[in-house]
C-alpha cells in the first residue's frame, strides 16, 4: 500500500469510528453504547495502525503524518511521495 491510499484509508477508518464513537456516545441504551462504542474503538485503533506502519516516506522511512496535510513531499527528507 502506498502513503497516499494509506492515508485515504487510515483517514476513512477514524472518520468511520469517530462516528461510531459519537452515536454510542448518544444512545440511551447502555448495550447499545458499549457496541458501538467498541466497534467505534476498533475502527479507531485500525486507522492509527494503518497510519503507523504504511503511512510513512520510501525513502527515509519516517512518518507522513503532519496534522491532517497530505504532504506532496516528505517533510524530513523532501523526497517527492508517490
Same mark, same amino acid.
Given at each position: %500500500?502506498?502513503?497516499?491510499?494509506?492515508?485515504?484509508? #487510515?483517514?476513512? !477508518? !477514524?472518520?468511520?469510528?469517530?462516528?461510531?464513537?459519537?452515536?454510542? %456516545?448518544?444512545?440511551?441504551?447502555?448495550?447499545?453504547?458499549? !457496541? !458501538?462504542?467498541?466497534?467505534?474503538?476498533?475502527?479507531?485503533?485500525?486507522?492509527?495502525?494503518?497510519?503507523?506502519? #504504511? #503511512?510513512?516516506?520510501?525513502?527515509?522511512?519516517?512518518?507522513? #503524518?503532519?496534522?491532517?496535510?497530505?504532504?506532496?513531499?516528505?517533510?524530513?527528507?523532501?523526497?517527492?511521495?508517490?
Amino acid at each position: %500500500m502506498n502513503p497516499k491510499e494509506a492515508g485515504k484509508v #487510515y483517514s476513512t !477508518f !477514524f472518520i468511520i469510528g469517530g462516528v461510531f464513537l459519537i452515536i454510542g %456516545m448518544f444512545s440511551s441504551n447502555d448495550s447499545a453504547l458499549n !457496541f !458501538f462504542s467498541i466497534i467505534g474503538f476498533v475502527l479507531f485503533a485500525i486507522g492509527a495502525l494503518i497510519c503507523a506502519i #504504511y #503511512y510513512r516516506c520510501a525513502k527515509c522511512n519516517r512518518s507522513l #503524518y503532519t496534522r491532517g496535510r497530505n504532504p506532496s513531499f516528505c517533510p524530513h527528507c523532501g523526497n517527492e511521495i508517490e
